[in-house]
């Protein structure tokens, strides 16, 4: 970025303060997560704990469909004219709450077959339920408090909700684990619910601050919304693909120290992800004036997110000897795991530049033909490679499907420059 005037400047200087400021935010929330990890590691042991980490993968894949997309579409909505908030909000809210409802129902069948959490019956329907709700239903209002406050460009509020979040789920986990003794899966269901359920409960109330919702659907977001959730949906299939067919491959401590490792990649990747929404609502707001000055405005910000994302893949390969430290002597394999993925976040950041540009150019049908085929298509490698070689096999999928991702974006990015966004509608329009 070029600072060629005071104007220049003024505006770097508001950008930098914004990132500094949720990147803050974002890191004290992966310190916190961390924590909570390294608590239920060490007190559940690597069974329950790998139990745990793949029920949690099978819940990440449906808490991308819960809303179909909606909140991404409030963000860019409202940056584009703000007055339109309560239509999106009330679009959010009936998504949200009909996808949510048969997701949770879905759940409830397919965990207790396929993941009996307790020999008890009843426990294992009850600890479903909790899980369910919690990683889904009250994760997901906690999420539309931040992206209401981010879609007006207020990342100060958005910021203390994060915190606040992280910090009840830490909260529950030094309780749970060091105060009432937590092992089980079933025990930790409950604290988890109630760190979320104080969290959604101060999230409805930051909500409630930005106005009444009209509760409507907006007919021209749907399409969009779901080629939105779909890109998430397919990218949580690959992205937990490795982890449910380690499950059945290797032993307890590897998958335990993978999920830990992933983890630890996905928490470096907090501050690309900080960079980049604050960036959105601008770059939906600059869409208006044309794709070329979208790719101008991408282009500037890819060296930002590469420096950010090697930094980031730096700082984590250093802290790796202090890893035991947190998470016990017991998980053998987590340092060199650690190590070999964490470079991972670099073609992450720099592919996640060009994906942002064209969902905040309402181009969702392009980003969702590339993360779709992609994810659709690296899925099924991932798991033919970690059934294959293990381990190995699941980070060397990785590698290779978040390269050629980054590559696919930019070239679609390259193509779109000149292309006004008119098959996908940034006008407000709503119905009923």
């Known amino acids: 970025m070029r600072l060629t005037s005071r104007l220049d400047f003024g505006r770097f200087t508001q950008l930098l303060g914004s990132y500094i400021a949720s990147g803050g935010a974002l890191l004290t929330s992966s310190v916190a997560m961390l924590l909570t990890f390294g608590l239920l590691a060490r007190h559940m042991g690597h069974e329950q704990f790998a139990l745990n980490a793949t029920i949690t993968a099978l819940t990440n894949v449906g808490v991308q469909i819960c809303g179909l997309g909606s909140q991404e579409s409030l963000v860019r909505r409202v940056a584009q004219k703000p007055s339109f908030y309560p239509e999106m ?170 999920s830990i490792a992933r983890r630890l990649m996905e928490a470096s990747y907090m501050s690309v992800e900080a960079f980049n929404r604050i960036l959105y609502p601008g770059s939906a707001a600059v869409a208006l004036k044309g794709m070329s000055h979208v790719f101008t405005r991408a282009k500037r910000m890819a060296m930002v997110t590469i420096c950010i994302g090697i930094t980031s893949a730096c700082i984590v390969w250093l802290i790796t000897p202090l890893l035991p430290l947190l998470f016990g002597k017991d998980y053998t394999s987590l340092e060199w795991l650690n190590r070999s993925l964490c470079w991972a976040v670099i073609p992450i950041a720099f592919g996640a530049t060009a994906l942002e540009a064209l969902g905040a150019s309402g181009l969702q049908s392009i980003r969702a033909k590339i993360t779709n085929i992609s994810s659709i298509v690296g899925a099924g490698l991932v798991a033919l490679a970690t059934w294959q070689a293990g381990i190995i096999g699941a980070m060397t999928g990785i590698y290779a499907i978040e390269i050629t991702i980054a590559i696919l974006a930019w070239r679609a990015l390259l193509r779109a420059r000149s292309v006004e966004p008119s098959a996908e509608p940034s006008r407000c329009t709503a119905g009923n």
């Open 89 to 258: 909000l009330g679009h959010v809210h009936i998504l949200n709450l009909a996808s949510g409802l048969v997701l949770v129902l879905i759940g409830m069948i397919a965990i207790p077959l396929a993941l009996p959490i307790s020999d008890n019956l009843t426990v294992t329907l009850t600890s479903t339920a909790l899980i369910l709700v919690t990683n889904i239903v009250l994760l997901k209002i906690i999420w539309l408090a931040t992206n209401s406050y981010i879609a007006h460009s207020d990342f100060a509020t958005a910021n203390k909700i994060e915190i606040l979040f992280a910090a009840l789920r830490m909260l529950a986990a030094v309780l749970g684990c060091m105060v009432f003794n937590v092992t089980t899966v079933a025990e930790w269901a409950v604290w988890n619910f109630a760190a979320h359920a104080v969290a959604a409960g101060v999230a409805i109330a930051a909500i409630s601050r930005l106005g009444k919702p009209k509760f409507l659907i907006v007919r021209d977001e749907i399409r969009i919304g779901i080629m939105f959730a779909s890109q998430f949906f397919f990218k949580a299939v690959r992205g937990n693909a490795d982890i449910l067919v380690l499950s059945a491959v290797v032993g307890s401590e590897v998958l335990s120290s993978y």
